[in-house]
């Protein structure tokens, strides 16, 4: 009767008979509806309550990492070495991750369009190519968005690491999404700390000085305006005085785990471990990044030198976080806009390659210990399970518990969704 | 009375009428000052631009220590060629006729109020006036000496004159600029082609602004633009969305006619009455518009019209040598390890070519996956306009078409491009346009008042769209002077234009009025030049890039030469730097530890060495390794030379880049992105309330260094020192209980009470809502 719903995909259809359903009964389908019109039980959606999302700017080579080619010519020296997961070898470079594969869903068959590295991060980062003039939110600001309020004084949606110009901040949504950029992990919030010179009293007297002089000023303007800065000001004095800004302070963490992050040896494991903090305070979405994976030369022993700066981090992270059962409701992202060429070139660089590459989620709910999707023998194209940037966005947001299918409007009133036209991939979660 | 006796002998009255020197026999000049050098100071003499010096020992001993005090804090400098008066803003007309235009604005506005049996407000008193006049016109707070000086004078005129002073100054420059900076989405970073360009295209509007180009010539100008950036400015327009054609289309229309269409380009308009078609019946205007010169396929595609079109302008004689070289290039190839080295001297001298605008007569297609029935997928579109009258060019050649586009735009009967840019220019003038938003218009009828926008609108034609002069009668309207009201975003049609409305200081303002704050005479101070760079190439808005100007001055072998030895030296340089990054990157303290210091030395040595190959001639100034070390550098310092380095960088907004980002204030406070047209916010946030309570230049700075606090240090007495303060971050006198909370603990403990109340002034909403 109806041949065009055999070819909508599940979640339209559920919507479609959803929407069938309240047009011709006037009420929302009720869970005993959805027994009687026999409707398919809905997916897992994850446990995940934050996310910790690794970015590795520049474009990781999965042929070096994740996604060996043994048998292909220009696999290059490095080899294949067992994981904790029987049948499944990571690349000799990333020895301590290969003991956490059980904790990771390795995604093979990433697919971007983007070539580029400007146009490639911003997919990456929004689901959508990059525009000339509404600005795509990225999902940190998504998630603090759609999921309300937290305890926590903290900012939800926090960068750290060198590059700033990143996309994916607030995009069109309030720039009180925005992520606050740390440039690096050890400084914490800008000025959050009352004045070296100044004495708390001192402070409480500044302040009703200033209400003094403005008596007759704020009498005259009475305002929301006016308004919503005594709200910024009340939630900035309660920051200053928060117990939470001690989230920053690395050296509250015993010497023995900074050791086991490799504190003292990167900026990067730093932020691994301030990520997890960060979390644990109830920020939502953290993000890092791991810097110099554009191997247009030498590509060979950059990608073992950066290896070797994310190994140790990202494993005692996982470790960190599951000892703490922080792995449940914690995603863990490690993200790249696309990945390195089959080919070596005459550089010894791999040039870029977004047709097939490699990406991969842990904890919040995803199943650990999988391998998804297949590329060809070279590594060049996706033979199995085709993911895209979005479908990829759409499975975090859908750990996350958001709405992939709902549409938002812009202030010009243009239409946008969380991950673009992503589908989440059920099959990741257990 | 007092006090006032006092503020009269103030020697200095304000900026912008130039400075008032004293000599020793009590005779006053007008002049800018320029220079201090061997006890000699260099000024110019505002009546008529003369240049000249005089020992400074001949001054009033007042003018002696501040002048030495001035420049020993790094101000003024007048380093950019305004100050040998190459770059003078150009006067707006002064005549009295014109003011009658700000009668008839009152006039409608007070027939507006009887429709409605309501009122305005009342006018407000000089200390307000003097502050949104300031903001308003020029972006930013008045200085105390400038506040002294407007304060005390008598003259019933003195108002409308402040206006013709603040709009024939620097200042109006630079706040115009971050209106259209804010228009035109200009930015300096951001995609190669865009920074690149830009470098070019930021001052060019600057000096736009400063020579008043009637808008309509500048968008025409805009739209017409071809050429490399360091030739023509112009084409920063176009460069700003490289590679975004139909983006940039659309973006256009909207800043110009306040129209979306952008909706239309993957379908038809969910609410108006746009087309896809129509959207690519217009896009086939401008479609041969390019923003990449492509050498590669320079001679069967693109550049084949260029070529053809037989002009003899610098970028066809460019293009022609750029593909004979491009041959040449394309044979190289000896070993692997030559080729990789010359390839990256190659891109070097190449690319700075990549970016420039041309014209061809490729043909608009409909996309692949059109889906009405008025058009079928890949069928070619011939242009046609969205309404009005059809153009006479000749629309079967890219010139005609972007000849006819940018006609249509600008057209004497096209309503809507005078109504946009009057709209706007009141809202920047009053905090709300006339109709709301001003962004988008469908309905100009739907104005709070038709008639005065209207009015607005045959205004600027009949000025022929001179902007400032349509400013200066805005200014001058009894409405500029009325108590400001609330606009509640809530409530719909509450606002009856009673007054202009209250408003939180844009990122700018409040940017630019810690500048006016920290720093002496802060608007002539701008860079002499623009700079940017791309890998090592250079660029600079005071001429082309070296690769160019190597290229123009030698023949294609000769330049090949010339890339060749260069891409020798690229080995030795190249290990050092991959070394140098290596262990930056394993080595979180790599700026401070003693053991990498030969490094570094080394890598500065390449990096010079490299840099003069690319530059030749060009100053070598090593790459600030991120703000993070520049500011721990800054910690270290002593508190004097700390001041010194702070006051020595301070700029105005206008003259940093665009937009600022890593935190920088402006974008704490909600600069636009410039991404979108208009995409300033002016909410608050924790980082803004953060940075006023703790921030050190909120602190102590403000309380030991800034210039209120400087001028009040000659101050007589005590009630003087802590009017010129409150004038100075306020712009108004304290009121009676403030000078009696604040007077006693000003004598007993000045050091200490200066720091609460100046902190405390910081931290009001006065300093940050303009009345």
């Known amino acids: 009767m109806y041949p065009e719903l055999n070819q909508l995909d599940e979640l339209s259809r559920r919507k479609f008979i959803q929407y069938t359903a309240k047009a011709f009964l006037g009420l929302g ?94 997919f990456l980062h929004t689901s959508y190519e990059p525009r000339g003039g509404d600005q795509h939110p990225g999902l940190g600001a998504w998630l603090n968005k759609l999921s309300g309020d937290t305890q926590s004084t903290l900012p939800g949606n926090i960068r750290i690491g060198d590059r700033n110009n990143l996309p994916g901040g607030c995009g069109f949504l309030d720039i009180k999404y925005d992520p606050l950029h740390l440039g690096n992990p050890f400084t914490g919030i800008p000025h959050a700390r009352l004045h070296s010179e100044l004495s708390a009293e001192d402070f409480k007297r500044r302040i009703e000085l200033a209400k003094l002089m403005d008596l007759s000023f704020e009498r005259q303007y009475a305002s929301k305006a006016l308004e919503a800065y005594t709200d910024v000001y009340k939630d900035a004095i309660k920051l200053m005085g928060s117990h939470d800004l001690q989230a920053f302070d690395l050296n509250q963490e015993p010497a023995k785990l900074q050791a086991a992050y490799g504190v003292e040896q990167s900026q990067f494991a730093a932020s691994c471990l301030l990520a997890r903090r960060l979390v644990e305070a109830g920020v939502k979405f953290v993000q890092l990044s791991s810097g110099g994976w554009d191997t247009h030369s030498n590509n060979h022993s950059i990608v073992e030198s950066r290896c070797h700066q994310i190994d140790r981090p990202i494993a005692t992270l996982l470790d960190d976080l599951d000892s703490r059962g922080l792995l449940d409701e914690t995603l863990v992202v490690i993200g790249t806009e696309f990945g390195r060429a089959p080919v070596i070139d005459q550089n010894l660089g791999r040039n870029h390659h977004p047709q097939a590459f490699t990406c991969i989620l842990a904890g919040g709910g995803i199943q650990g210990g999988q391998v998804y999707g297949a590329t060809d023998e070279r590594g060049h194209s996706v033979v199995d399970n085709l993911v895209t940037i979005p479908d990829f966005n759409a499975t975090i947001a859908h750990a996350l518990g958001l709405p992939v299918d709902q549409v938002f409007y812009s202030a010009g009133g243009r239409p946008f969704q969380v991950a673009g036209k992503g589908r989440p991939i059920t099959a990741l979660f257990g | ?213 009637a808008y309509d010539d500048f968008v025409r100008t805009l739209l017409t633009a071809e050429g490399y950036a360091w030739d023509n400015p112009a084409v920063g327009y176009y460069m700003r969305d490289e590679g975004m054609p139909l983006d940039n289309m659309a973006l256009g229309l909207q800043a110009f006619l306040g129209i979306q269409l952008q909706c239309a380009q993957c379908h038809d308009h969910p609410f108006a009455q746009w087309k896809q078609k129509d959207f690519y019946q217009l896009a086939a205007f401008t479609h041969g518009i390019q923003t990449e010169v492509d050498l590669r396929v ?81 069928e070619v579109v011939k242009p046609k306009l969205l309404f009005g009258d059809e153009v006479a060019s000749d629309l079967r050649h890219v010139e005609g078409r972007i000849q006819a586009y940018a006609e249509w735009m600008t057209a004497k009967d096209q309503d809507r491009f005078a109504l946009m840019i009057a709209n706007r220019l009141w809202r920047f003038a009053m905090g709300r346009g006339v109709i709301e938003p001003v962004g988008v218009v469908d309905d100009f009828s739907q104005a709070e008042s038709p008639e005065l926008l209207q009015f607005l609108g045959s205004l600027l034609r009949y000025l022929d769209y001179d902007l400032k002069q349509f400013l200066r009668i805005i200014y001058n309207t009894q409405f500029f002077q009325r108590i400001a009201v609330i606009d509640h975003p809530d409530i719909e049609d509450d606002y009856r234009l009673q007054g202009p409305v209250l408003q939180r200081m844009t990122s700018e303002q409040v940017w630019d009025s810690f500048a006016t704050l920290m720093r002496p005479a802060i608007d002539p101070v701008m860079p002499s030049e623009y700079t940017g760079q791309w890998v090592e190439t250079r660029y600079s808005s005071l001429g082309p890039p070296p690769a160019v100007e190597l290229f123009r001055e030698k023949n294609a072998g000769r330049y090949l030469e010339h890339i060749q030895g260069v891409a020798e030296f690229y080995k030795p340089y190249y290990s050092v730097l991959s070394k140098y990054r290596i262990t930056k990157r394993q080595n979180p303290k790599f700026y401070v530890e003693p053991r990498f210091e030969a490094l570094r030395e080394r890598f500065t040595q390449a990096q010079e060495r490299w840099f003069l190959l690319h530059n030749p001639g060009r100053e070598f100034v090593q790459a600030v390794p991120g703000a993070k070390h520049q500011s721990s550098k800054r910690d270290g310092l002593d508190p004097e030379a700390r001041r010194q380095e702070i006051m020595r960088t301070m700029v105005r907004a206008s003259e940093l880049a665009s937009p600022m980002l890593d935190g920088h204030l402006l974008q704490v406070f909600g600069q636009s992105d410039r991404h979108k047209i208009d995409n300033r916010t002016l909410k608050g946030n924790l980082l803004q309330a953060l940075f006023l309570m703790n921030a050190s230049e909120a602190n102590e700075y403000m309380a030991n260094y800034s210039m209120p606090v400087l001028e009040a240090g000659y101050a007589e007495s005590v009630e003087e020192q802590l009017e010129l303060i409150f004038l100075g971050f306020l712009s108004r006198k304290p009121t009676a209980s403030e000078f009696d909370l604040l007077i006693d603990d000003l004598r007993l403990d000045p050091e200490g009470a200066k720091s609460h109340f100046i902190w405390a002034m910081l931290n009001t909403k006065q300093f940050l809502f303009i009345q």
Request: some cysteine; glycine content about 8%.
């Open chain 1, 29 to 122: 389908m009720s869970s005993g509806m959805n027994a009687l019109i026999g409707a398919e039980k809905s997916p897992p959606i994850g446990s995940a309550k934050s996310v910790i999302y690794i970015y590795l700017d520049g474009g990781m080579s999965h042929i070096d990492t994740f996604d060996l080619k043994p048998d292909w010519k220009h696999q290059g020296p490095v080899d294949g070495i067992a994981t904790n997961v029987t049948g499944l070898k990571f690349s000799a470079y990333l020895p301590l991750l290969a003991r956490q594969a059980d904790k990771l869903a390795i995604i093979r068959s990433m697919h971007s369009n983007q070539g580029a590295h400007e146009q490639g991060e911003y």
């Open chain 2, 1 to 213: 009375m007092k006090v006032y006796r006092v503020l009269l002998s103030l020697f200095i009255c304000s900026e912008l009428l130039g400075f008032v020197i004293t000599d020793k026999a009590g005779r006053t000049l007008r002049c800018d000052v320029i220079r201090l050098e061997d006890a000699t100071v260099t000024l110019r003499r505002l009546s008529d631009g003369y240049v000249f010096q005089y020992p400074l020992a001949e001054l009033s001993l007042k003018d002696q220590r501040y002048l030495s005090d001035l420049f020993a804090s790094g101000g003024p400098l007048m380093t950019r060629p305004e100050a040998s008066g190459k770059f003078l803003v150009r006067p707006v007309i002064k005549t009295k006729k014109h003011l009658n235009a700000s009668h008839r604005i009152d006039a409608i506005i007070g027939r507006h109020w009887d429709k409605h049996a309501i009122t305005g407000t009342s006018l407000i008193d000089d200390e307000v006036y003097l502050r949104r006049a300031y903001l308003r016109i020029i972006g930013r707070i008045p200085t105390s000496a400038e506040a002294v000086d407007f304060l005390r004078k008598k003259s019933p005129h003195k108002r409308a004159n402040l206006v013709d002073i603040l709009l024939d100054s620097t200042g109006y420059v630079s706040h115009q600029f971050n209106f259209w900076a804010d228009l035109l989405r200009v930015r300096t970073i951001g995609l190669d082609g865009t920074q690149r360009a830009g470098v070019y295209y930021a001052p060019w509007i600057k000096q736009q602004i400063a020579k008043n180009v």
């Open chain 2, 298 to 378: 320079a001679k069967t595609g693109k550049l084949k019209t260029l070529l053809d079109s037989g002009k003899k302008t610098h970028l066809q004689s460019d293009i022609k040598r750029l593909i004979a070289l491009h041959e040449k290039v394309a044979d190289q190839s000896d070993s692997l390890q030559d080729l990789v080295n010359f390839d990256s001297a190659k891109v070097m001298f190449m690319r700075p070519f990549r970016w420039g605008v041309t014209h061809n007569e490729a043909s608009l297609k409909l996309p692949d996956d059109y889906a009405y029935a008025d058009g079928s997928p890949g």
